[in-house]
């Protein structure tokens, strides 16, 4: 009996030795396998530095000059990082609430969650801390069987401790937020808030901080897009998990369950936002930039991987009215094309005045020139082939105005998509302020998504009459006329050879009529008088034209000849706005500018503009150009702007949209159409802002029928006044209704009631003209 019960106390004495020695085993077999892990034995693990810095991809930000995002720039990842401040307190507590109820009081593994996790199989929720949660996220990959399932835990356990050492709980918490991936574009926090509410983070409420938290348990099934249902009902479960920690009352919670679910689904990708045509003009801009500017250890810097913050001049305000502007005016004004120009009555639509095999070449070339094209030439196809899948009927999505989406479904062949495109008139405009050169809004074309070909300065089009006040500003500067000097109105000859004329040249009015009486330069201009400005040019001489138009800031090669005095030169909206705004500026040409700055994602200033200034007039002679421009919407082809009705009212209702416009501040403007109604310009000024608008077909050969319809008072001028008068609804914008600024000493004469005697046609003055 004795010897019975010594045994059995040696039994339990041995049971005891082997619990505590496998006990021991197991602790330190952990202890180990936590050490094997934190020295890269089962893979690599992040160094102190990466800890410091971690490897995450960040969208190029484009910043708006009164601090809005325009778009960004990103391959895969649309992510732009926020600091904890910039969240709302809901947001965290959502989070805290839901997915780490002690995250506050662990330092990255949750012992009482781990061992739950443990005896219940996970059935009461799991282990895993928002720190081994940004842990997973940043540094490890996903394992593919048990053991590696296992040892990734590990290393997350690690990897979470040593990024609790290494930043406070906030920093973690934003951390974790800015890398979860929302889908659907949204990238971190800033952009799920952008994407699915329309709105920065910090802007959040309750119910939809909610809905985002509820998302990071698994957002693609919890997709706010295609599963309403199911996430309204996780948020609810969410607001529940608030209200059993204290962040919300029980009444809060009841309520805001009830709430319904309000998503504001706004994407954001390159094709679609604010700005679309200028934000690609500065990807390229961006492009050129960094091939120039290294960083300091020599590598380019990555626009689309490094968080780059673009600082630019665009007014998003003043960006968004102008693209309202256009959207306004060519829906009604395409309207009106369409309307004429049905096949019934242009058996050629759109195009016009023009021969089948001329309509061939065009169709030809933009075959050859298109996307598919270029696409199936690299697969290999021939020509022929091709050719062929042009004439197969296909399902496509066109460009509509008249649906909400401005898209539709259709069917049709791809070169009855091209004809199709080609019936829509494109638009370009630019609005700046002339002092400092800062670009306020940019808007190249009608859509961006089917269009995108940018108009403002990669396009440029013949200016027409928006030509002739370099030639009236060159007369002004060099033969000191004033706006007052006259002129007579009759047809004009400068004959074969002078000025590089091969043949003589005789301009007629757009009217054909002349009315031989003695013209002032301001009339004349205001009422793009032919006569006049033939007469101008021979006095100046084109060379002395041509240089104006150069220091103004015209880059393009123009031919020095006589005819350049009625538009025919090639500008862009671009150059145009840039030039034009000397004539506000006191004579001084400042290059137009877009971007200001551009910081890295530490806020380390990488670039900073440099004005780039020409003194090219003075400023009596800008002055004197002012009061010229001014004509033209006071009574030339602008005054339009200042009426409170019109005569025939039916032209005006069918395409001077948004009339009457009743601006009687004061404005220098000048309207430009060239021949054949091809090319519609307007440009607008008031002291602080200058604005140019272009309207016309892809082809010269896509026009109206008539001047009513085609001149630029009628096509590009409503663009302008409908961009300034919501401009002027928004007084924060500070766009001046006041007079320009005159010299302090003004020796040319602008006062035509004033007029002196020896600014009169003298007997010289006529022997030189050839009439």
């Not at 045994?7 to 049971?15: A, G, W």
């Not at 839901?98 to 949750?110: L, M, N, P, V, W």
């Not at 670039?607 to 421009?629: F, G, Q, R």
Request: with cysteine; glycine share 8%.
């Amino acid at each position: 009996m004795a010897k019975t019960r010594q045994k059995k106390q040696q039994d339990f004495f041995k049971f005891i030795k082997w619990f505590w020695i496998l006990f021991a085993v197991g602790i330190l077999s952990v202890v180990l396998i936590f050490q094997l892990a934190s020295w890269g034995v089962f893979g690599e693990m992040p160094t102190f530095e990466r800890l410091e810095n971690p490897e995450t991809n960040l969208a190029t930000e484009f910043i708006s000059s009164d601090g809005v995002t325009l778009g960004k720039l990103y391959l895969n990842d649309n992510r732009t990082p926020v600091d904890y401040n910039e969240l709302p307190q809901n947001l965290v507590d959502a989070l805290v609430a839901t997915e780490d109820a002690r995250f506050f009081k662990h330092s990255g593994i949750d012992a009482r969650g781990t061992l739950r996790a443990v005896a219940f199989l996970g059935t009461k929720g799991g282990a895993s801390t928002i720190s081994q949660q940004l842990s997973k996220l940043l540094f490890t990959k996903k394992p593919s069987g048990g053991l590696e399932r296992l040892v990734q835990k590990v290393k997350e356990w690690v990897i979470a401790t040593r990024l609790e050492r290494q930043y406070t709980k906030e920093e973690i918490i934003a951390m974790y937020l800015n890398q979860y991936d929302f889908i659907n574009n949204a990238d971190g926090i800033r952009s799920a808030a952008r994407i699915y509410f329309g709105k920065e983070p910090s802007e959040l409420r309750t119910e939809e901080s909610a809905v985002l938290v509820g998302m990071l348990k698994n957002s693609s099934l919890f997709n706010p897009i295609r599963r309403e249902e199911l996430v309204k009902n996780r948020r609810n479960t969410v607001l529940a998990q608030m209200a059993k920690y204290g962040y919300i009352t029980e009444s809060e919670k009841d309520s805001l369950q009830q709430t319904e679910m309000k998503i504001n689904f706004s994407p954001e990708s390159h094709r679609e936002g604010l700005a679309t045509y200028f934000r690609m003009y500065l990807q390229g801009w961006l492009n050129n930039w960094v091939e120039e500017n290294p960083k300091p250890d020599g590598d380019k810097y990555n626009i689309y991987l490094d968080g780059l913050k673009v600082y630019t001049t665009v007014d998003s305000r003043m960006q968004r009215n102008a693209e309202e502007a256009v959207q306004e005016h060519m829906k009604n004004l395409q309207a009106e094309f369409f309307h004429q120009n049905t096949p019934k009555r242009n058996p050629t639509t759109p195009f016009l005045d023009i021969s089948k095999g001329a309509i061939d070449t065009i169709m030809d070339r933009a075959m050859r020139n298109s996307e598919r094209w270029r696409h199936y030439k690299r697969e290999g196809l021939s020509e022929k082939e091709i050719e062929a899948t042009f004439h197969e009927k296909t399902e496509m999505t066109v460009f509509d105005w008249n649906t909400d989406s401005y898209e539709k479904d259709t069917i049709m062949t791809p070169m009855d998509s091209i004809r199709y495109y080609k019936t829509f008139l494109r638009t370009a405009m630019m609005s700046m302020e002339p002092q400092t050169g800062h670009v306020k809004a940019w808007v190249g074309g009608i859509d961006y998504k089917h269009f995108q070909y940018d108009l403002v300065k990669q396009g440029s089009r013949q200016a027409g009459s928006l030509f002739k006040p370099f030639v009236y500003a060159a007369a002004i500067d060099q033969l000191r006329y004033s706006p007052c000097f006259t002129l007579p109105d009759n047809l004009y000859s400068i004959e074969a050879g002078k000025h590089g004329n091969m043949e003589a040249w005789r301009p007629k009015n757009s009217d054909g009529k002349y009315s031989g009486e003695n013209m002032t330069l301001k009339s004349a201009l205001a009422n793009s008088v032919n006569t006049i400005t033939a007469q101008l040019i021979d006095r100046v001489g084109p060379g002395s034209v041509v240089s104006l138009a150069k220091n103004m800031g015209i880059t393009k090669d123009i031919l020095a000849v006589p005819s350049i005095a009625l538009g025919t030169p090639d500008v862009s909206v671009y150059e145009m706005v840039g030039a034009f705004g000397t004539y506000a500026n006191q004579g001084v040409y400042v290059k137009p500018v877009m971007v200001t700055r551009i910081e890295d994602k530490n806020g380390t200033v990488l670039y900073e503009y440099t004005p780039e200034t020409k003194d090219v007039l003075s400023k009596e002679v800008a002055y004197a150009m002012i009061n010229l421009l001014e004509g033209v919407t006071q009574y030339g082809s602008g005054a339009r702007l200042r009426h409170t009705g019109a005569k025939d009212q039916t032209v005006y209702k069918e395409i001077i949209t948004g009339y009457p416009y009743e601006l009687n501040n004061p404005i220098a403007g000048k309207t430009g159409t060239t021949q054949n109604q091809s090319d519609g310009w307007f440009m607008g000024m008031v002291p602080n802002l200058v604005t140019g608008v272009w309207v016309g077909g892809e082809e010269r050969s896509i026009h109206f029928s008539s001047i009513t319809y085609g001149q630029g008072a009628a096509m590009a001028l409503p663009i302008w006044a409908l961009y300034m008068k919501k401009n002027y609804a928004n007084q924060e914008l500070g766009v001046s209704k006041e007079e320009f600024v005159a010299p302090e000493e003004m020796t040319i004469n602008i006062d035509c009631s004033k007029q002196q005697e020896d600014e009169i046609d003298t007997e010289d003055d006529l022997d030189d003209l050839d009439f």
